[in-house]
């Protein structure tokens, strides 16, 4: 006999949304990283032996990017959006510990002597993105 699913409440066709939420190669970070290869820069993907796994890892310089997803990492801006409520008892602690996940990282490369970048979702579209990666690379 199987024992019942946690996501038993959960409707087949949400379930299915969610699935399709990626990891890794989101629009937003396509984006961030064709604006750092016309800076001509080069960078890791998704460095696990780096704290936080950043989207972006720059050994060379010691410097991290992270491009979060403004609902998952709860940044406040229009694309937040308020905490689902169905199964709110689910997402509650679920942001929570994203963001204390994320806090963690930065604060673990920041002690190793990294400087990091968060570009948010809803930044992608704009045009002084370009201006505040080269900034931030660029700068010694």
């Not at 990891?23 to 290869?37: A, C, H, I, M, Q």
Request: one cysteine or more; hydrophobic letters at 40%; a positive charge.
């Amino acid at each position: 006999m199987r024992k019942p699913s946690q996501f038993a409440d959960v409707p087949a066709v949400v379930r299915r949304r969610m699935a399709r939420v990626q990891k890794s190669g989101t629009r937003p970070e396509l984006v961030v990283r064709r604006l750092v290869r016309a800076l001509g820069l080069a960078y890791r993907l998704n460095r696990q032996d780096v704290p936080g796994t950043p989207d972006l890892a720059f050994v060379g310089r010691r410097k991290a990017i992270f491009v979060h997803g403004c609902f998952w990492h709860r940044h406040g801006c229009k694309l937040t959006a308020p905490v689902p409520r169905t199964r709110a008892e689910y997402w509650g602690p679920k942001f929570t510990k994203n963001v204390a996940r994320d806090k963690l990282a930065i604060d673990s490369l920041h002690a190793m002597g990294w400087r990091t970048m968060i570009v948010w979702e809803c930044e992608v579209g704009d045009l002084q993105l370009s201006t505040r990666l080269e900034n931030f690379l660029l700068d010694q």
